[in-house]
């Protein structure tokens, strides 16, 4: 009886890895695939454009200041600056009291997600 169950046993480690490798070589061949390609965006009616960064641009910038209004985008907060560019806010709690206004927001912006993460926001006057 230790035998069958021994061999069961070894059957069922062999078909693991098996499948285990046979799905890593998928996975390795897609990665391969997408490499060298980038997705082009789908425009959406909808939504406000993203200005493109330039290539060598750094991935965080020093502290910025924008102005703008706060809007709601998807599940998030987004400030469209008054140029019309759209960055995400990073910091829903703080910027849904503003939505709908006009702010200033001071924080450091991710440059490959446009991606800005608040330090300060606050109403400008009127």
Request: proline share 6%; aromatic share 8%; glycine share 8%.
């Amino acid at each position: 009886m230790k035998t069958l169950y021994k061999r069961w046993l070894i059957m069922g480690l062999s078909l693991s890895i098996f499948a285990l490798s046979g799905l890593m070589r998928k996975l390795e061949s897609q990665i391969e695939e997408g490499e060298g390609r980038t997705p082009k965006p789908v425009p959406d009616s909808k939504s406000p454009t993203v200005l493109p960064l330039p290539e060598n641009s750094p991935v965080w910038a020093t502290t910025v200041t924008f102005s703008g209004t706060v809007i709601r985008n998807g599940s998030r907060f987004a400030l469209r600056e008054t140029g019309g560019v759209l960055y995400t806010l990073d910091s829903t709690g703080r910027a849904w009291p503003f939505e709908g206004e006009d702010v200033r927001v001071t924080g450091k912006l991710d440059t490959t997600t446009s991606l800005l993460h608040v330090d300060e926001i606050e109403a400008m006057a009127s």
